[in-house]
């Protein structure tokens, strides 16, 4: 199993060679305008438009669901949906969905593996979703370390 790296940077500019996959969060009510999506739209328009796309076609778009938007011939970023709504609900929950968080990272690992890729992120799950840390990093170590997959995580 790979140990995560954690670095100092932009996770919109990965620092490795090979295929690298960004992966974040996205919330399943097409919004898209706040958080680490800034970075991503700020570098590149198509994630973005693909969400934006894949939202309005209601085709496979749910909690867990992930997709792949090329946006360099070696870097593809993973819009995952891994939070209900943008707010706090009625009790108090915040917008994360652990369980979305984690299958949509086992699908990420599959992806890697098939394309030999490395996966970069900032604290996924951890700005607006309102997710904690140390609940997201197991879920890493079981859907993609495990698989041998280099994981490299970037506090700007």
Not at 87 to 97: H, T, Y
Not at 122 to 140: N, S, V, Y
């Amino acid at each position: 199993m790979k140990e995560i790296i954690y670095l100092k940077g932009d996770a919109t500019n990965p620092k490795a060679g090979g295929n690298k996959i960004i992966v974040h969060i996205c919330n399943d009510i097409g919004g898209w305008g706040k958080g680490f999506v800034m970075a991503v739209s700020k570098r590149w328009r198509l994630p973005e438009q693909s969400y934006r796309n894949w939202y309005k076609s209601k085709e496979n778009f749910s909690l867990g669901a992930v997709q792949f938007v090329q946006v360099e011939t070696d870097i593809w970023v993973a819009n995952l949906i891994g939070q209900h709504k943008i707010n706090k609900d009625e009790r108090g929950n915040s917008p994360i969905r652990y369980e979305a968080v984690l299958a949509g990272l086992d699908k990420i690992g599959v992806f890697a593996v098939e394309n030999n890729a490395t996966v970069h992120m900032p604290r996924i799950g951890c700005g607006l979703a309102g997710g904690i840390w140390d609940q997201i990093e197991p879920l890493l170590n079981s859907a993609i370390a495990s698989r041998d997959i280099l994981i490299t995580v970037y506090d700007f």
